[in-house]
């Protein structure tokens, strides 16, 4: 590190102190230290020398914009950005290609100022040495030995690789029987085209997922939206095996089209689970996962290429370093919930009276709600019908009387049967504590919990139940497995039938969840 810092001296690209000041942030690079790392660390330098303060990814904002020089401004930038890009490439931190690149832009005006040029050409150094012939010899040799390529294939993208003709992570694809790659921008803008064409692309990845019967519906999404912002839910429907299935996912029509906008053309994290459905219900091996890279190098925005590919668990392990070039979406193998067993589990629930004060459009609006949302367990399934599951995150969203909140809460999921009235707290973020106070059964029970910022003091739900075991109701309030704090009121019968019959996951049951 000392030799090529020292070389940057000689050159008068950098001074002493910056150098000192290169040499600190390099030092904490634990592996072998890269070109793009040396060029960051002088973008770094330059930076401070020019502003005073360390440039920051987040804190730092550095827009251009359209600005346009005029000629004579231009051809000095041009002039200076040439002259920096022959010291870098004297000190042996870029190649001739680079070289040959940058000049190109440097000469077409693309930049303006020192500080477009460094992070550009500090982001291209870094991208191509990511994708260097050792590394993508690496992988491929991952793929072929894990079945994800055939021999056919290796061997062409072994040719590919040392003809050093791979540019971009996602053309790995392209070698995938069991894979297809998307470029948003290809495909029409009418809805009404491309929304099928894209789930007929997606099915192709594996004869099991053929289907007709394709149609979908835009809805307003009313809990998502706001006075200037109004957001929607695409419905997708298709036929596969005899069966109806539907998914439900984000679109923003008024934005398809603009600007060169992707982002709510299709929603790539949701769309294919529909897919995923069909080989739940099949007990296939596979499961479709979204591929994303999270290096790349003017290659357009991130919404406007992804990929989806099938794979089985045991093919899996490959994909998740750091280094990997696909970023590949979490799925479910574990303990599949078929479309049998979700039906099966929602009959049991009305037995067992769970459903008892639904009226029949409420039921009708649940039901759909239950086939187009990605159901990891059954509690997401329970939780789908209003009134059932009260689930609620632990860092509190209302601060004005969030204990109030949810008393209220834990009386709708009881049905009136835990019934408190003058339900008050005096929550503040600056006290200590909070005093909860509510009337139940001719009683007021009054206690404090401890003020933790937003955070709820978790002997709250175990007041609660001492109360509901005081008065001797005849259920309970259990907590289930979930992402934050979610209840459910049974009687020990209803408790006893939905555990031995495995119909929800209860929070002791957290490690039946754990997948990959």
């Known amino acids: 590190m000392e030799s090529k810092i020292q070389e940057l001296i000689d050159i008068k690209l950098v001074n002493s102190e910056q150098a000192k000041e290169m040499t600190e942030l390099l030092s904490r690079v634990e592996e072998q230290l890269t070109n793009g790392q040396y060029i960051y660390a002088l973008f770094q330098a330059e930076f401070k020398k020019q502003t005073g303060y360390q440039y920051s990814s987040f804190g730092t904002v550095m827009d251009y914009g359209d600005e346009k020089l005029k000629k004579a401004e ?43 040029f460094l992070p550009d050409l500090t982001s291209q150094v870094n991208f191509e040495e990511w994708m260097s012939y050792k590394r993508l010899d690496t992988y491929r040799k991952g793929l072929f030995e894990n079945e994800i390529i055939d021999k056919k294939e290796n061997d062409r993208l072994k040719s590919v690789i040392n003809d050093n003709k791979l540019k971009s992570p996602f053309q790995l694809i392209d070698y995938c029987e069991k894979a297809r790659f998307l470029d948003l921008s290809k495909y029409s803008n009418d809805p009404k ?95 479709l996962h979204l591929i994303k890279s999270s290096h790349n190098h003017r290659q357009g925005s991130a919404q406007q290429y992804f990929g989806i590919v099938a ?17 590949l979406s979490y799925e479910s193998f574990k303990n599949p919930l078929t479309t049998k067993k979700i039906n099966n589990a929602i009959k049991d629930y009305q037995k067992l009276g769970l459903l008892a004060h639904l009226n029949k459009d409420q039921l009708i609006r649940s039901l759909e709600t239950v086939k187009e949302k990605e159901n990891r367990n059954l509690n997401d399934v329970l939780i789908s019908f209003p009134e059932v599951i009260l689930s609620f995150d632990i860092e509190l969203g209302n601060l004005e009387n969030p204990y109030e909140e949810i008393v209220s809460e834990y009386s709708k999921i009881s049905h009136q049967e835990f019934n408190p009235i003058n339900i008050s707290d005096n929550f503040d973020l600056q006290k200590e504590t909070v005093s909860l106070s509510f009337d139940f059964n001719n009683k007021t029970y009054e206690t404090e919990f401890k003020v933790d910022g937003d955070w709820i003091d978790t002997r709250f739900f175990e007041y609660m139940n001492d109360v509901i075991a005081e008065n001797k109701l005849n ?23 939905i555990r ?4 929800l996951v209860f929070t002791d049951e957290w490690e039946s969840q754990m997948d990959e």
């Open 193 to 287: 085209i491309y929304l099928e064409q894209i789930h007929k692309l997606t099915s192709d990845i594996l004869p099991e997922l053929d289907f007709t019967d394709f149609k979908f519906e835009i809805k307003v999404d009313s809990t998502e939206s706001f006075s200037d912002y109004i957001s929607h839910d695409l419905i997708t429907s298709i036929k596969s095996n005899g069966k109806t299935y539907k998914q439900k996912s984000f679109i923003s029509p008024d934005d398809i089209g603009k600007d060169n906008n992707y982002l709510g053309k299709i929603d790539e994290q949701e769309y294919y689970q529909i897919f995923n459905k069909i080989l739940k219900d099949s007990q296939s091996p596979y499961r």
């Open 475 to 497: 259920g309970k309030f259990y907590s289930l497995y979930g992402d934050g704090a979610e209840l459910i009121y049974l009687t020990t019968e209803q408790y006893k039938h």
């Open 311 to 327: 794979l089985k668990k045991n093919q899996l392990k490959m994909f998740r370093y750091a280094d990997s070039y696909w970023n």
């Open 74 to 116: 231009q051809n000095q930038i041009n002039g200076l950005l040439l002259d920096y890009l022959t010291k870098i490439k004297k000190v042996e931190l870029i190649n001739d290609k680079q070289i040959s690149e940058q000049s190109d832009r440097i000469n077409n005006n693309e930049y303006i100022h020192l500080f477009q």
């Open 500 to 503: 031995e019959n495995k119909l």
